[in-house]
Nanobody
Framework: QVQLIESGGGLVQAGGSLRLSCAAS????????TAWFRQAPGKEREFVAV????????YYAASVKGRFAISRDNAKNTVYLQMNSLKAEDTAVYYC????????????????????WGQGTQVTVSS
C-alpha cells in the first residue's frame, strides 16, 4: 500500500502560481499511476493530470493543459503539480491519488479507478 499526503495549497491571485506536493510513503510512487483530481464546491470531482509509472508519461485535462505541469521526484518519492496562470475557476480542493498499473489508458481519468487518496489541499484563486 501507499499513503499520500498533499501540501502546498493556499490563496493566490488570478494569474499567479502555486506548486502542490504529494508525498508518498509505504511504496515507491514510481510503481503507480499518480494523478491529481480536484473538486470545487457544488461540483463533481474532475481529473486534472496524471503521471504514469516507469517512463512517466503525462496526461492533462484540456482545461489545464499548457498551464499546469505534473512531475515526479523519485528520490523524494513525491509528485508535484506546478500550476501557473491560475484562474478563479481553478479554485477547488485538490486531491492526489494513486493506482497500480492497469491495461489501457481510459481509466486514468476516472477517479473511481484509484484506490489510494490523500486528504486534499485547498486552492483558492481570487479574481
Amino acid at each position: 500500500q501507499v499513503q499520500l499526503i498533499e501540501s502546498g495549497g493556499g490563496l493566490v491571485q488570478a494569474g499567479g502560481s502555486l506548486r502542490l506536493s504529494c508525498a508518498a510513503s509505504g511504496r515507491s510512487v514510481s510503481n503507480y499511476a499518480t494523478a491529481w483530481f480536484r473538486q470545487a464546491p457544488g461540483k463533481e470531482r474532475e481529473f486534472v493530470a496524471v503521471i504514469l509509472w516507469d517512463g512517466g508519461d503525462t496526461y492533462y485535462a484540456a482545461s489545464v493543459k499548457g498551464r499546469f505541469a505534473i512531475s515526479r521526484d523519485n528520490a523524494k518519492n513525491t509528485v508535484y503539480l506546478q500550476m501557473n496562470s491560475l484562474k478563479a475557476e481553478d479554485t477547488a480542493v485538490y486531491y492526489c491519488a494513486a493506482e497500480e498499473p492497469k491495461g489501457g489508458s481510459a481509466w486514468l481519468r476516472r477517479g473511481h479507478e484509484y484506490d489510494y487518496w490523500g486528504q486534499g489541499t485547498q486552492v483558492t484563486v481570487s479574481s
